[in-house]
């Protein structure tokens, strides 16, 4: 089991950035493949960017791709969601998600074991 804990979210302008950071406790952090998600008042949650158990593989959403970049240090126990060129749309709580699936792609909600509680990341116009 791994507990998940997201932090880096807040308000910033169109264009802006933010750095989301997703420290794990627990079980052995680089045992899981990780993801981040977003879930915007009355969406559905949805995938936004992945990695692999080592960091040597990322993908992300069509969405996001060029502005949002997945990494992760597994010596820290931590994953970062680097956001880049923001824009409104991407207004959303953020959770990080860890999965124990042995797949190259992992994309579905359902597809992940635990979760973090989320950060609010907010884009003015």
């Known amino acids: 089991q791994v507990q998940l804990v997201e932090s880096g979210g807040g308000l910033v302008q169109a264009g802006g950035s933010l750095r989301l950071s997703c420290a794990g406790s627990g079980r052995s952090f680089s045992s899981y493949a990780m993801g981040w998600f977003r879930q915007a008042p009355g969406n559905e949650r949805e995938f936004v960017a992945g990695?692999?158990?080592?960091?040597?593989?990322?993908y992300s959403a069509d969405s996001v791709k060029g502005r949002f970049t997945i990494s992760r240090d597994n010596a820290k126990n931590t994953v970062f969601l680097q956001l880049n060129s923001l824009k409104p749309e991407d207004t959303a709580v953020y959770y990080c998600?860890?999965?124990?699936?042995?797949?190259?792609?992992?994309?579905?909600?359902?597809?992940?074991?635990?979760w973090g509680q989320g950060t609010q990341v907010t884009v003015s116009s």
């Open positions: 990695i692999s158990r080592s960091g040597g593989h990322t």
């Open positions: 998600a860890a999965s124990n699936l042995i797949k190259v792609v992992i994309t579905g909600p359902h597809e992940y074991d635990y």
